[in-house]
């Protein structure tokens, strides 16, 4: 068969490149801190000068994190790896027999395998010229959304400079990821509870002064996150509590039946607050017998949903004095996420 010359193919070809945060490729302690170190010397993740950065991470992190986070990480691995990266292997399946052969999705992790740079190659070969490049992070972090926003940039202008580039903004409020976080909720919530904790992700303070365009919004009064202002379309922190807001609009939650917490800090510096493992204390002693958690940062389970929550929450709360505890899924999956991915692709790219 004689291959069509290049004015016979199709000016325009679409892609989306879907970028989940990433995972150690096995649980050994030599795959761990690979990872680790590739996560942990992104100036975005780290924010420290790089001789700052290379000694905290090499001389202090590196030497005894990778052998603690193999173990856990083996407590919740599949026979398919890496719980995040299987997830998100089934997304990308599920969404490309949804779209058709007409548009094509490709999957990559910011850090390790699979990565941005074998995926933007794939898109290449396959003549994609308009890519949308959906980061799965709700909200705006520079250590998570914006990390993954300029590697793609970064690859893709060294790879396939003639590829034009959308970015998928954060959809921390739109209507389908909250009906799809609802919807995923609905028989927990239905089962009966005595509190509701929505446990975020957690970043430095720094983070969020260091992404304020204004210089002088974010933390500076306590109802920043609540007072409108330009520096909320890149504050994680505001954009957490407007996802919380919505959510328990579309569920039902009344007021005093739900709290908010950061999880997974890292260092001595100041995180956001309050914390959620102390707050798995607080909540037991003060008569919380049935407690569920839901992690709206995350749309698929992980080591910080799977391990840090389901299992060492859990057994903090239970020895403080609760009795119940359950971990509200990630969307992973679930249909209703599908549905809404699956249109705000199809929006993005008619835009």
């Known amino acids: 068969m004689i291959p069509p010359k290049e004015s016979q193919l199709p000016s325009r070809k679409p892609g989306v490149l879907l970028i989940n945060l990433g995972s150690p490729d096995s649980t050994s302690v030599s795959d761990v801190r690979k990872y680790l170190r590739?996560?942990?010397?992104?100036?975005?993740?780290?924010?420290?000068?790089w001789p700052i950065r290379w000694g905290v991470v090499n001389l202090a992190i590196l030497p005894r994190r990778p052998v603690e986070s193999a173990e856990a990480y083996k407590k919740i691995w599949t026979r398919e790896g890496s719980p995040l990266v299987a997830t998100s292997r089934h997304v990308q399946r599920e969404l490309q027999q949804r779209v058709g052969e007409a548009l094509v999705i490709e999957l990559a992790m910011r850090y390790q395998t699979p990565d941005i740079e074998s995926a933007v190659t794939r898109l290449r070969a396959q003549r994609v010229t308009d890519l949308l490049v959906f980061p799965l992070f709700p909200h705006f972090a520079m250590s998570s959304f914006e990390t993954a926003v300029v590697r793609a940039r970064e690859v893709a202008a060294e790879l396939a400079p003639e590829m034009k580039l959308k970015i998928v903004e954060p959809y921390y409020n739109n209507p389908d990821y909250i009906e799809a976080l609802a919807a995923s909720a609905a028989d927990f919530l239905g089962a009966g509870y005595d509190h509701l904790l929505f446990s975020f992700h957690g970043l430095p303070e720094r983070h969020l002064?260091?992404?304020?365009?204004?210089?002088?919004?974010c933390l500076a009064t306590p109802d920043c996150c609540t007072t409108p202002s330009p520096a909320h379309r890149t504050c994680y922190r505001a954009q957490c509590f407007a996802t919380v807001r919505a959510f328990v609009e579309a569920a039902g939650v009344p007021a005093e039946k739900y709290s908010v917490s950061f999880q997974s800090r890292l260092g001595r510096d100041p995180w956001l607050k309050p914390y959620t493992d102390f707050e798995f204390t607080r909540l037991a002693e003060n008569g919380v017998k049935k407690l569920l958690v839901i992690c709206p940062a995350f749309v698929s389970d992980c080591l910080e949903t799977l391990e840090e929550i389901a299992m060492r929450g859990r057994e903090i709360f239970t020895e403080a004095g609760g009795v119940e505890f359950a971990l509200i899924p990630c969307l992973n999956e679930h249909p209703r996420w599908l549905d809404a991915l699956e249109k705000m692709v199809r929006e993005d790219l008619s835009r």
């Not at 002064?209 to 919004?217: C, E, F, L, Q, V």
């Open 38 to 49: 590739e996560f942990l010397m992104d100036p975005r993740v780290l924010d420290a000068p």
């Open 209 to 217: 002064r260091k992404a304020d365009p204004t210089g002088s919004h």
